[in-house]
């Protein structure tokens, strides 16, 4: 009987390779929960769908995340609070955006927040081409040498650049909260504070009328694509990859925005369109998986095997 031995490269392949799988389904998750929202916002309008997805978050964090009230200091609390009001912005300038501007040139327009955030503080000459790259591909997507330009609403360029640096500004403060407020707490806290400053304009705004189950069924989806399962997954997700290849996997993130937008919004695309999607979508790839990582040390690679 022969004795079998344990390689952990191989175990450490399956659990990058089942990371990986898992975030490109999340990237699938959260573009089919907005192209979802992309047919229902027509029908409710964007602060209804936002706050319901939103709903639907709170919904399924809560129960499991509560906060402690005797642990929540201001000192602790106000980066989740910033948090919620950038949640709210971000969401809903995105969702807009869609409305006025289709998914796949919205998604497109949004992913130059992180980006930018990524390559802020390199000093490198290829970074530097790839945000000059990048630029040019959104110039070529709505510019005035667009083939498609008099059909670009100008109202929701603004919006998706509003959801661009709100996307930068979630990056930063996610990283802050998750030192401050353990596991989840920090985003249950965010969600509230995002829910609670929507709520009122979605009553406001809100026609019993256009309720039906398949509305209902429809931001049910948005809620549960987009926020809840993506969201709880992250976790799971970050403890197999590294943060630069969850990085490069979200940077297909237009892409799958682009395709989810013709399969479901009926959405057609130039060639130039196609091309400057795939030009933005490589910049941010090449440099993202360029950057050299910051070596380990021993602790953390052994904490690493325990995860």
Same mark, same amino acid.
């Given at each position: 009987?022969?004795?079998?031995?344990?390689?952990?490269?191989?175990?450490?392949?399956?659990?990058?390779?089942?990371?990986?799988?898992?975030?490109?389904? #999340?990237?699938?998750?959260?573009?089919?929960?907005?192209?979802?929202?992309?047919?229902?916002?027509?029908?409710?309008?964007?602060?209804?769908?936002?706050?319901?997805?939103?709903?639907?978050?709170?919904?399924?964090?809560?129960?499991?995340?509560?906060?402690?009230?005797?642990?929540?200091?201001?000192?602790?609390?106000?980066?989740?609070?910033?948090?919620?009001?950038?949640?709210?912005?971000?969401?809903?300038?995105?969702?807009?955006?869609?409305?006025?501007?289709?998914?796949?040139?919205?998604?497109?327009?949004?992913?130059?927040?992180?980006?930018?955030?990524?390559?802020?503080?390199?000093?490198?000459?290829?970074?530097?081409?790839?945000?000059?790259?990048?630029?040019?591909?959104?110039?070529?997507?709505?510019?005035?040498?667009?083939?498609?330009?008099?059909?670009?609403?100008?109202?929701?360029?603004?919006?998706?650049? #509003?959801?661009?640096?709100?996307?930068?500004?979630?990056?930063?403060?996610?990283?802050?909260?998750?030192?401050?407020?353990?596991?989840?707490?920090?985003?249950?806290?965010?969600?509230?504070?995002?829910?609670?400053?929507?709520?009122?304009?979605?009553?406001?705004?809100?026609?019993?009328?256009?309720?039906?189950?398949?509305?209902?069924?429809?931001?049910?989806?948005?809620?549960?694509?987009?926020?809840?399962?993506?969201?709880?997954?992250?976790?799971?997700?970050?403890?197999?990859?590294?943060?630069?290849?969850?990085?490069?996997?979200?940077?297909?993130?237009?892409?799958?925005?682009?395709?989810?937008?013709?399969?479901?919004?009926?959405?057609?695309?130039?060639?130039?369109?196609?091309?400057?999607?795939?030009?933005?979508?490589?910049?941010?790839?090449?440099?993202?998986?360029?950057?050299?990582?910051?070596?380990?040390?021993?602790?953390?690679?052994?904490?690493?095997?325990?995860?």
């Amino acid at each position: 009987m022969q004795r079998q031995t344990h390689d952990p490269d191989a175990a450490l392949r399956r659990r990058r390779f089942t990371g990986a799988a898992t975030q490109l389904g #999340t990237e699938v998750s959260i573009n089919f929960g907005s192209s979802l929202a992309g047919l229902v916002i027509p029908i409710v309008g964007s602060f209804v769908v936002v706050a319901a997805r939103q709903i639907v978050m709170v919904a399924a964090v809560l129960p499991f995340y509560r906060p402690k009230r005797a642990e929540l200091t201001w000192r602790r609390l106000w980066p989740a609070l910033a948090l919620g009001v950038v949640l709210a912005a971000m969401n809903l300038a995105f969702y807009e955006s869609v409305h006025l501007l289709g998914l796949g040139i919205a998604a497109t327009i949004e992913f130059l927040g992180p980006l930018a955030l990524a390559l802020a503080t390199s000093r490198r000459l290829l970074d530097v081409g790839c945000a000059l790259a990048a630029g040019a591909g959104v110039v070529l997507l709505i510019g005035p040498g667009s083939s498609d330009a008099a059909s670009i609403d100008p109202w929701g360029v603004v919006l998706a650049l #509003t959801a661009a640096a709100s996307w930068a500004g979630y990056i930063v403060l996610t990283r802050r909260v998750a030192v401050g407020l353990p596991g989840l707490e920090g985003l249950t806290v965010a969600s509230i504070v995002s829910l609670a400053l929507l709520l009122p304009f979605a009553v406001a705004t809100f026609d019993p009328a256009v309720i039906d189950w398949r509305v209902v069924g429809l931001l049910l989806g948005v809620g549960v694509l987009s926020s809840a399962l993506p969201y709880s997954l992250d976790t799971f997700i970050l403890r197999r990859i590294t943060p630069r290849l969850y990085a490069i996997i979200t940077s297909f993130g237009p892409v799958i925005a682009a395709i989810f937008g013709w399969l479901v919004l009926s959405e057609t695309f130039t060639v130039l369109e196609v091309v400057a999607i795939a030009v933005v979508c490589g910049a941010a790839g090449t440099a993202i998986a360029t950057q050299r990582e910051r070596p380990k040390s021993d602790l953390e690679q052994t904490a690493e095997g325990f995860a």
